[in-house]
């Protein structure tokens, strides 16, 4: 092995005191005379592998050049180029020239995008497939980094940030960031292909399998979790949400908010619901959602529900009476509501066959609230209480099934037979 001062000259520090001219014309001279000593101590710097990665890392950094590195250069095509002449070579085309004639090659490694590469638990054999556009020693090095800020910080008791929960943060601060081997799988030059070899080797190596890797989600930025992952966030959630010391603070904590008048505010969006286009798409959605069948199945189960509970009815009445007794504004509006209500029931239904028919005929309440001048189920019920009491009809449910197996003309001369007698 060559002495480490033969490489003195090549002082980082002086490349970072010089000029940019200065530094490239620098480089170039260096490789011009210093070819064949560079080509000697080519084991040395394959050895030595990381200062020169970082030396190469400060040129690209110095020069603010494309940061695209090759990855420990473990790319075949690079061995024939010692790391150190194609690091330096990189920073200017005229360099790139003096050392290396095949330029298709070189434009094929200035064009890279990223790397896909694999961390292996040498302990449990599990893996973890990852991309990145910065060197894959740099990738790592960030994980490794943030395992062992999750290690101090949980031995120091401080707050964890988001992105030390990372499960293989915690995998690698779990077996130690000793117990894993790095190796570059590929490179890409684009970020799609980027993205498709990314996925295809988390399914080749089933890292999404909780049993053999750490990937919680397809690869590439559109990548979605895995069955089992969802399972599990699934119950996490719903056990969490059960406990009832949850359920309190969370309780607690949006009372708190709706009592500040900047949330009250923020939550009514009330600049939006000026738009007539914004009321107009959010009234066609909520018909919509209205006249879906399992939305009508789902509101009524879930009221009939509710009303069940023990004590409902009392409360909503109590609540109810005191709104009423003590909000001014609250009274004036029901009873409007209540004399609209009331006005709507005194409608008459001048033909009563032909309003009989469309009830036995029809599929739901809101086809003939719809015929009629009625402005709710409420009213429809009250009509046909007033025309069909006489059977002990009192709403449209009833009368559906009284009218279904009966003969209308039957039906009407008992009515008038009815009225007759009365």
């Known amino acids: 092995m ?26 170039r001279r260096f ?22 990665i970082i030396l190469i890392r400060d040129i690209f950094m110095f020069l603010k050049n494309k940061t695209v590195l090759l990855n420990r250069l473990n790319i075949d095509q690079l061995k024939e180029i010692p790391p150190m ?17 095949d330029t298709e090659f070189l434009e094929k490694i ?52 988001r992105n030390l929960k990372r499960y293989i943060i915690r995998a690698i601060a779990k077996y130690g960031v000793e117990e894993w081997n790095l190796k570059l799988l590929d490179i890409a030059y684009r970020k799609v292909e980027l993205d498709d070899k990314e996925d295809n080797y988390i399914l080749d190596y089933e890292s999404m399998n909780p049993k ?61 619901w000026q738009t007539p286009e914004y009321r107009k798409n959010q009234s066609d959605i909520m018909k919509k959602i209205a006249k879906s069948p399992e939305n009508i199945i789902a509101r009524s189960k879930a009221s009939k529900s ?18 009423y007794m003590n909000d001014s504004e609250y009274r004036k509006m029901l009873d409007k509501m209540l004399e609209k209500a009331h006005k709507a029931r005194r409608i008459e239904i ?15 309440w809101v086809e ?11 009213t429809l019920n009250a009509r046909l209480k007033e025309i069909l009491e006489p059977f002990g009809i009192r709403n449209y449910t009833m009368a559906k099934k009284y009218l279904k197996c009966r003969d209308m003309e039957d039906i009407l001369k008992k009515l008038r037979d009815f009225r007759s007698r009365g």
């Open 31 to 52: 490789i011009i005379d210093n070819k064949e000593i560079i080509l000697e101590n080519y084991t040395y710097i394959l050895e030595n592998e990381k200062f020169f």
């Open 2 to 27: 060559k002495d480490e001062n033969s490489f003195k000259y090549f002082d980082v520090l002086n490349l970072w005191n010089s000029r940019k001219n200065k530094v490239v014309s620098k480089i």
């Open 110 to 161: 200035n064009n890279l995008y990223g790397f896909i590469y694999i961390g292996i638990n040498t302990v449990k054999g599990k893996v973890y497939i990852g991309q990145t556009f910065r060197t894959i020693d740099i990738e790592w090095g960030s994980l490794l980094t943030d395992a062992r800020n999750l290690i101090r910080k949980k031995r120091s008791g401080e707050k964890l940030h």
């Open 368 to 378: 003939v609230v719809r015929k009629y001048p009625f402005k709710s189920r409420d």
């Open 306 to 323: 509710v009303w069940k509970r023990t004590g409902q009815k009392e409360k909503i009445s109590i609540t109810k009476k005191e709104a």
């Open 212 to 272: 053999k890797g750490y990937n919680l989600k397809r690869g590439g930025s559109r990548g979605k979790l895995s069955p089992e992952v969802l399972k599990k966030m699934s119950k996490s959630i719903t056990k969490v949400m059960q406990n009832p010391e949850t359920q309190k603070k969370m309780s607690t904590s949006i009372t708190v908010l709706w009592q500040t008048s900047e949330y009250r505010k923020k939550q009514s969006r009330c600049g939006i």
């Open 350 to 364: 001048q033909d009563v066959r032909q309003f009989l028919i469309d009830v036995k005929n029809s599929n739901r």
């Open 85 to 101: 002449i194609y690091g330096i070579a990189k920073v200017s085309f005229s360099a790139q020239r003096v050392i290396c004639n």
